[in-house]
């Protein structure tokens, strides 16, 4: 495997380190690019309970290109049945490498 971008291993590393609330997010042990995330329900909301599993990839050009995010779990808004997900950050226009993983 080829050796990982800078950023990737620091910015995982940040993630392991100092973990999002409601979400679990942990590289693929075959593939540091792959992400497997777990998100939560917020508390308080119609979602309080669920939990929905994602996909996230990164492209070799990360960060200077956009991240892949697919839902695995079956989902209501802004989520195709692909599992695409319909928000501003995830397209090519709005994308920024100012980004980072913890945004997503």
């Given at each position: 495997?080829?050796?990982?971008?800078c950023?990737?291993?620091?910015?995982?590393?940040h993630?392991?380190?100092?973990p999002?609330?409601?979400?679990k997010?942990?590289?693929?042990?075959?593939?540091?690019?792959?992400f497997?995330?777990?998100?939560?329900?917020?508390?308080?909301?119609?979602?309080?309970?669920?939990t929905?599993?994602l996909?996230?990839?990164?492209?070799?050009?990360?960060?200077?290109a956009?991240?892949?995010?697919?839902?695995m779990?079956?989902?209501?808004?802004?989520?195709d049945?692909?599992g695409?997900?319909?928000?501003?950050i995830?397209?090519?226009?709005?994308?920024t490498?100012?980004y980072?993983?913890n945004?997503?």
């Open positions: 495997m080829a050796r990982l971008p950023r990737i291993v620091k910015e995982t590393q993630l392991l380190a100092e999002v609330p409601i979400i997010a942990e590289p693929d042990e075959s593939n540091a690019v792959d497997h995330v777990v998100i939560a329900g917020s508390q308080d909301s119609p979602f309080e309970g669920d929905f599993k996909e996230l990839f990164l492209p070799e050009e990360y960060p200077m956009v991240p892949k995010v697919c839902f779990t079956e989902t209501y808004p802004n989520v049945k692909l695409t997900m319909c928000l501003d995830l397209k090519d226009k709005a994308w490498r100012l980072v993983m945004n997503i």
